[in-house]
Nanobody, 120 residues
């Protein structure tokens, strides 16, 4: 059984920082780990992604402010968010694309989401 457990959301003032973490468990080989976000009334959007080889991709709106990192042996991914703005307020979701160990079956899985609120 696969699980994604997120942590690190909360309330922060504009210009502040937060670090989100996500830990995946299960007998899986993870290809990509991503962070998405969904603000109230808006569609879910990709924030940042990282491959098993360490290649990263960022939404234009967060480039230079957010950094995604990954610990492959531990199956964890983190999102360091600096210089936060009110428009970063959203529910942030961890997502992973993986293969079940010992099979060719690939799947996607989402975390439960963690709220990030940027407000003074």
């Amino acid at each position: 059984q696969v699980q994604l457990v997120e942590s690190g959301g909360g309330l922060v003032q504009p210009g502040g920082s937060l670090r989100l973490s996500c830990a995946a468990s299960g007998n899986i080989f993870i290809y990509t780990m991503d962070w998405y976000r969904q603000a109230a009334g808006k569609q879910r959007e990709l924030v940042a992604s990282i491959t098993s080889g360490g290649s990263t991709n960022y939404a234009d709106s967060v480039k230079g402010r957010f950094t995604i990192s990954r610990d492959n042996p531990k199956n964890t991914v983190a999102l360091q968010m600096n210089s936060l703005k009110p428009e970063d307020t959203a529910v942030y979701y961890c997502h992973t694309h993986f293969r079940l160990a010992g099979t060719t079956t690939q799947r996607d899985y989402w975390g439960q989401g963690t709220q990030v609120t940027v407000s003074s």
